[in-house]
């Protein structure tokens, strides 16, 4: 994750990060840090909100919770290590291949030294002709035997990068995508945003953000355990990407909360398709495989703000976010725009139980 602060706006944001692990017994380990500096700083609206409902509910910070909460937000971090270590193999294995054709030119050129020799000595006339041959046939031997292992090397290395190839694309695969939902992670959701924005600004057109969360999520996995909860999360994301735009890009922004990004689209569009998706997720029933029990429906609130042309991003997201929140207070299982948060759309969301 970037972070821009400067020195003093990050010295001021540590210092609360610590005091705040401080008062709730929080090892201070890189991890750790990283989530709380988030926190503190207000930089992860989802982090914020995953850890004030724990302050809330008066939750103990175990290592386990901060494990599990470091996996949520940072999870594709861990990722990246996997990327390097591929890359690093795809290095050395670049180095052998180049050291071994260094010896195929040595043998080369010891071998054009040797006919140089004998074209000498055939010139000056009154050479060992069986001396000479022997002396060719030894030396196009040594040749002949380098080649052979040059060629075993250089198939083990095609294979070697064929595998490295391989590797690469399955962890550039995995670093683009959610490994629980398998739609686009937050860091596809920070690129393509970004990319998104400056196209349309290009082309003089519309974006859209939509931001929806589940309702009473929290509620729902304390009383039916992670993975009927991960269920749930599958399930959102699969009806997200049947109701979008192939334009269009869905993605997990964090712990039960999504995100459409909708270039070419205007506010009320964008606000249809969001309310397609909450009818269907909440058509939807949820059923206890093991028992058959029905557990009812599962909800979404929304957000959708538009982007103004020349407003920092961060300010798009602020005005989704307070949508969304906006959507919790009046009700749930809503959408609301950016136009029903009054004269200032830009004030920060009033935090809501999810």
């Not at 914020?48 to 919770?65: H, N, P, Q, S, Y």
């Not at 006339?125 to 031997?141: C, F, P, V």
């Not at 909450?278 to 093991?290: E, F, G, T, W, Y």
Request: with cysteine; net charge negative.
């Amino acid at each position: 994750m970037d972070f821009h602060d400067t020195i003093e706006q990050a010295t001021s944001i540590a210092r609360a990060a610590l005091q705040a692990m401080a008062e709730h017994r929080i090892p201070a380990n890189p991890n750790n840090f990283m989530l709380w500096y988030c926190y503190a700083g207000g930089s992860r609206p989802d982090i914020v909100r995953a850890i004030d409902g724990l302050i809330d509910a008066k939750a103990e910070f175990a290592d386990a919770t901060n494990e599990d909460l470091y996996q949520k937000f940072f999870g594709d971090l861990d990722r990246q290590e996997a990327t390097t270590k591929a890359t690093e193999g795809l290095r050395t294995m670049l180095d052998s291949l180049t050291d071994l054709l260094g010896e195929a030119g040595v043998g080369a050129r010891d071998y054009g030294e040797t006919l140089k020799g004998a074209n000498a000595k055939l010139s000056a006339g009154g050479a060992d002709i069986k001396n000479m041959l022997t002396s060719l046939m030894a030396e196009t031997q040594k040749v002949a035997d380098q080649n052979a292992r040059l060629q075993g090397d250089l198939i083990r290395s095609s294979q070697e990068a064929d595998a490295l190839r391989e590797s690469l694309a399955t962890v550039e695969k995995e670093n683009l995508t959610d490994g629980l939902t398998g739609i686009n992670n937050r860091k596809v959701f920070d690129k393509r945003l970004k990319e998104l924005a400056a196209q349309v600004a290009e082309e003089d057109d519309f974006l859209c953000l939509v931001m929806l969360d589940i309702d009473f999520f929290k509620k729902f996995n304390d009383n039916y355990g992670h993975q009927l909860g991960d269920q749930v999360l599958k399930l959102v994301a699969k009806t997200m990407e049947s109701a979008v735009r192939p334009l269009d890009v869905p993605a997990r922004y964090g712990g039960e909360e999504f995100s459409v990004i909708m270039p070419m689209a205007k506010l009320e569009d964008a606000a249809r398709v969001a309310n397609e998706i909450r009818v269907l997720v909440s058509s939807k029933k949820i059923i206890k495989r093991a028992t058959g029990e029905d557990l009812g429906q599962v909800t979404l609130s929304a957000g959708v703000a538009q982007h103004v042309e020349g407003e920092p991003l961060t300010k798009l997201i602020q005005r989704a976010d307070a949508a969304l929140y906006h959507a919790k207070r009046t009700g749930r299982n809503r959408v609301a725009t950016e136009a029903e948060l009054g004269a200032d759309p830009d004030v920060a969301p009033v935090k809501a139980t999810a």
